[in-house]
Each structure stands twice: as C-alpha cells, then as structure tokens.
C-alpha cells in the first residue's frame, strides 16, 4: 500500500501493534466489500480517491483505485448520485463543521439507504485519518508531507474558526464548546439494540468500550465491519501504554476537535484533559484559544515559558496538521522535539491527531450534539461535577458514546 502503513523511514518507530492490520482491513471494508449494496463500490473508490487529493495525497489516492481495478464511477460519473456523493465528500473533508442534515437528505434522494449513507460518511472520515497519517509520519521522515499542486477544484468554503464559546446558542447557531456533559442524536435512524444481527451482536461483544446504549454506536452499526476494525484502531491510539502521556493524546484530540468545530468530541475530551493534566482552568482556555492557551496572557505570539513549551508545541501541530490539507510543516516538528518528544511519542502524536479527522467527523456528519445552553465559565472557576472519560460516562448519565 503506502510507507505509513509499516516503519517509517528515518526514525525507525512503527505505530503501535494492531494499527497497521485494522487500518488495512478499515480500508478493505469500506472501499472493497463483498457486499457494497447501494453504495456502489466504484462510488467508494471515488469518493476515497477525492478526499485524498483535497488532502494533499495524491499517491494514496492512486492506491484506493488500485484496490478495486476498474471500479470506478465510469458512466455513473455525470449523474445525480455521483454529484450528491462528491458534493457530500468535498463538505466532509473541507469543512466537517458545515455538513449538515441537509447533505445527509441529498444522499437520501439518490436512493442511498442508511447502512451506505454511514459506510459513505466512514470512508470520508477514514480517509481524513489515513492522509493525516502519512502527512505527518511523511514529516518525521525527513520527506514532503503533502502535495498540493493539482489539488481539485472545489466551491471555496469560508474558513473554519470554530464555535463560540461565550454565548449559549441562538436559533440556527453553533453550540459554544463546553466542558458540561453533552448528548448526541443521530439525524439517520439507528439500529435497533432490540433487533441486532448476528455480527452486529458480535461487534459489541467484542469491544467493552462498546454499548447498545449508545446512540452513536447503534448508528455506526449500520457498517459493524468498519466499527469493528475502527475501534481496534481508536483503543491502540488512545489507550495503548507508553509514549506519549495520556493527557497529551488528549490535548492534541482536544484541539483537534476545537479546529473542526466538534463541540461534543471537545466537551468529551477537555474533561478528560482536565482530568489527566489536573488543569482544567488550562482547558477552558484551551477552549476559548486553542494553542494560544499556552502563551504569556495577553501576547499570543510571545514566546511560551519553558513549563508550557512541550503542551504549546503539541497543540500548535495538532492545529496545523487539522487543517485541509494538512500544515504541519518542519517548524512544528523542530518545536516538538525541541519540548523533548521522542520519536516515540512522535508517532503516537501523529495517529492522536489523525484519528480525531476521523472521530470528529463521524459525529458532525452523523448527528448532533445537544447542549445545555449555559455560557462557558470563567476558566478560573473550579468545577465540581462528575466526569466522563471517553469510554465511558459517570453515573447517571446516559452512555453517548466515544468521541
């Protein structure tokens, strides 16, 4: 397939076991299924080679067509489902914050059911994850991350800034970032946890990190395959022991879904922020800021103190390599390692980041969060709430999902 798969060259630091093995077979389920029902397989194809080229990787592009010979939109490529999924696929990949239900009712017209609407919406965020893979392991080896010359053409999109964070949601506006629990809901129908098939049973089953419960689960269900090898690759990410300290995962996946304008996926994980870095003043601002959370107050291009510089450095990668096509470049690599990442902790920031293209897409395309609408608080307030990690919730509130 492609270098990031394995070892890359010039560190010689591999991903964490058991990556490589279900990004491949993600890979395989979505783009080449036995079965692709009413998404069909050169649609898939096309879609996935299109969010690669808008992220700048052109040669994983190359190797989704290669997957599936052939298969490619061919005659279907001028009509109505092709344009709704390439409409869908630009909105996805450009500007996740702006993919509306109105995107998901386009698909619905051209006759796409719900199992293939989640697959479509699979492949955009699996894709997201795999171009900022190898962008970023492209960058610690020493090589261009991305390319940009030849990029497609699409409708510009007005810049992302993310959501506010000061005012409770008015009619038709963004929810502000939060640290309060939130609630999603899908706007497709989800499966039914009464009525499971025999796969969709042995998803859950097989991942204590999954629950019926969930609303968010029981959507992603419509594909149990690609759950499957998804949250293999989401616990190696995120769980997996030693390299980079658990809080740092979680600030860079914080900042991440800052950038995309996810606001349940940064309320899931600035508590857990909060909670691994006993800071949590520092991720309200976080919040409010992004990297700039960690400058002097009041002079956000000065320099950070030396306590600062390593989580400063982390979240000034995490926001560039977000970015459509990734920007991280060889200043953010020379900052991190400046802070003292290993290459080590390197890889693993690289996968913390790109999976959360991935995480935060599913659930801006997929549904909604529900807020409750109070204004974020000081961040020198102290909060005495229970928290949630992201595998699960505290008691008694109802288990949403993983971010």
């Given at each position: 397939m492609t270098q990031h798969i394995g070892q890359h060259a010039g560190t010689g630091t591999a991903p964490?076991?058991?990556?490589?093995?279900?990004?491949?077979?993600?890979?395989?389920?979505?783009?080449?299924p036995s079965l692709p029902g009413t998404l069909a397989t050169g649609l898939r194809i096309a879609a996935a080679a299109r969010a690669a080229e808008l992220a700048g990787q052109p040669a994983l592009a190359a190797a989704y067509r290669d997957l599936a010979p052939g298969h490619t939109a061919g005659e279907e490529r001028n009509d109505a489902r092709t344009a709704a999924v390439l409409a869908f696929t630009d909105r996805v990949t450009l500007a996740p914050d702006r993919a509306g239900a109105d995107l998901l009712a386009s698909l619905g017209a051209q006759g796409l059911d719900a199992p293939a609407v989640v697959a479509l919406a699979q492949i955009c965020a699996f894709v997201a994850y795999e171009a900022r893979v190898?962008?970023?392991?492209?960058?610690?080896?020493?090589?261009?991350?991305?390319?940009?010359?030849?990029?497609?053409?699409?409708?510009?999109?007005?810049?992302?800034?993310?959501?506010?964070?000061?005012?409770?949601?008015?009619?038709?506006?963004?929810?502000?970032?939060?640290?309060?629990?939130?609630?999603?809901?899908?706007?497709?129908?989800a499966v039914d946890a009464d009525a499971l098939t025999a796969a969709q049973r042995a998803v859950i089953d097989a991942h204590a990190t999954l629950s019926t419960a969930s609303p968010y689960y029981r959507t992603l269900l419509h594909d149990p395959a690609a759950l499957d090898h998804r949250t293999h690759v989401y616990?190696?990410?995120?769980?997996?022991?030693?390299?980079?300290?658990?809080?740092?995962?979680?600030?860079?996946?914080?900042?991440?879904?800052?950038?995309?304008?996810c606001v349940y996926c940064a309320s899931v994980h600035g508590r857990k922020y909060a909670q691994l870095s006993r800071d949590e003043a520092?991720?309200?601002?976080?919040?409010?800021?992004?990297?700039?959370?960690?400058?002097?107050?009041?002079?956000?291009?000065?320099?950070?103190?030396?306590?600062?510089?390593?989580?400063?450095?982390?979240?000034?990668f995490a926001e560039a390599q977000t970015r459509t096509p990734p920007e991280a470049g060889a200043r953010h690599l020379a900052a991190l390692r400046a802070a003292g990442l290993d290459d080590a902790e390197l890889t693993d920031l690289v996968h913390a980041v790109a999976l959360f293209g991935w995480a935060n897409r599913l659930m801006l395309v997929l549904g909604d969060a529900h807020h409750p609408g109070s204004?974020?608080?000081?961040?020198?307030?102290?909060?005495?709430?229970?928290?949630?990690?992201?595998?699960?919730?505290?008691?008694?509130?109802?288990?949403?999902?993983?971010?």
């Open positions: 964490r076991a058991g990556i490589g093995e279900h990004t491949a077979a993600t890979r395989r389920v979505l783009l080449a190898a962008a970023g392991l492209a960058l610690l080896a020493g090589g261009p991350a991305v390319r940009t010359d030849g990029l497609p053409v699409t409708e510009p999109e007005a810049p992302v800034t993310g959501a506010p964070v000061t005012e409770a949601p008015g009619a038709g506006d963004a929810a502000p970032f939060t640290l309060d629990q939130l609630t999603w809901q899908p706007r497709i129908p616990n190696a990410v995120m769980y997996g022991r030693g390299g980079l300290p658990r809080a740092e995962r979680e600030l860079a996946t914080l900042v991440v879904s800052r950038v995309n304008g520092r991720a309200l601002r976080v919040l409010r800021d992004g990297a700039d959370a960690f400058t002097a107050p009041g002079t956000p291009e000065a320099a950070e103190t030396e306590t600062d510089a390593r989580g400063s450095a982390v979240a000034r204004p974020l608080p000081d961040a020198g307030s102290p909060r005495t709430d229970a928290r949630e990690s992201c595998s699960g919730t505290s008691a008694p509130a109802p288990r949403t999902g993983d971010a």
